[in-house]
Structure formats: C-alpha cells, structure tokens
C-alpha cells in the first residue's frame, strides 16, 4: 500500500502545480522574482517562467538542485526577447552594443535596460545608461525641443538601436 501511494502523492502533487501559473509555483521557492514578475506586463498577457525558462521538471521536482531548462545568456537574450519583440530585437542587434553582446563582450543587452522579471523605471534605465557613459556630450546636456521619449537618450537615438 505504501508504494502505491508515495507515487499518488507525486501525481497529485504535479496534477496540482499544473493547475497553479508557473510563475506562482516557482515563486514557492522564488518569492523575490515571482512578486516582482506578477507586477510585470509580460504576466498580464499569460506568459510565465516557462516562457523563457521551458517547463524546467527536473528542477521543480529537485527542488532546485537541478538547473532550470534555460537560462539565457547576456548574448541569447535579444533571440529569446526576439520571438515576440521581432522588431526591437533586429534593431538591437544591428546596434553597437548588440554588436558588442554578440562578440561576448560585456555591453548591454535587453535585461540591461529592460530587466528581465519586473518593470524597471525610466529612472532606473537612465542609471544604467550612465553607469558606461558617464560623460555625455554637450549636445546631449539640453534637452531637445520635441523630447517624445522620457528616457532622454532615446530622444536623438533611436530606441533599440541607439543611432543617431
């Protein structure tokens, strides 16, 4: 009887994780990123860590001891990110700093800017825009006369490809 139902257990207990947003069973384990994910538009629309992390069995069941499925890399990032923000990320990636990600050199990437579990502030992307550029331009200390973005950056460089 005791072998029977030490398996019954296990399927109940993955009957009942399926039922659950993955993002609320990973977030057993994950509290931090799991509360900051449910405030991020990506959850609004249905997407969860499988999304990006694949259904990552092994490691649910291992509680942790075993890596989730993926686990992007700086320089995978605009491909995943890509599947739905096509455009962003052809832009991205034709852009120097895509350049850079791509030859594996540390340069920002969309986790950078964007963060990849919850919404990063406008403020909190300028900070890390200016944790590189720390000297900017003359040009860029007044505020052009048709500002359209908030990040002010992106208002004489196109945002994703920071052109000018």
Do not use: W, Y
């Not at 994910?37 to 509680?63: I, P």
């Not at 962003?88 to 920002?108: D, I, T, Y």
């Not at 990437?109 to 200016?130: E, F, P, Y």
């Amino acid at each position: 009887m005791r072998v029977v139902a030490v398996p019954l257990l296990l399927l109940v207990g993955l009957f009942a994780q399926a039922q659950q947003p993955l993002h609320e069973v990973c977030g057993a384990c994950h509290t931090t990123v799991a509360d900051d994910f449910r405030s991020h538009k990506h959850a609004s629309v249905g997407l969860d860590c499988s999304t990006c992390h694949g259904e990552s069995l092994a490691h649910r069941n291992a509680a942790g001891a075993v890596a989730p499925d993926r686990v992007a890399a700086p320089h995978q990032l605009a491909e995943l990110c890509g599947t739905c923000h096509a455009e962003q990320a052809k832009g991205f990636l034709a852009s120097r700093h895509g350049e850079l990600v791509q030859a594996n050199e540390r340069a920002p990437n969309c986790g950078t800017c964007h963060d990849v579990h919850r919404v990063r502030s406008i403020l909190a992307m300028k900070r890390r825009c200016v944790t590189c550029h720390k000297e900017r331009p003359e040009a860029c200390a007044a505020a052009p006369a048709e500002a359209q973005f908030q990040l002010e950056c992106a208002n004489c460089h196109t945002p994703h490809e920071f052109r000018r």
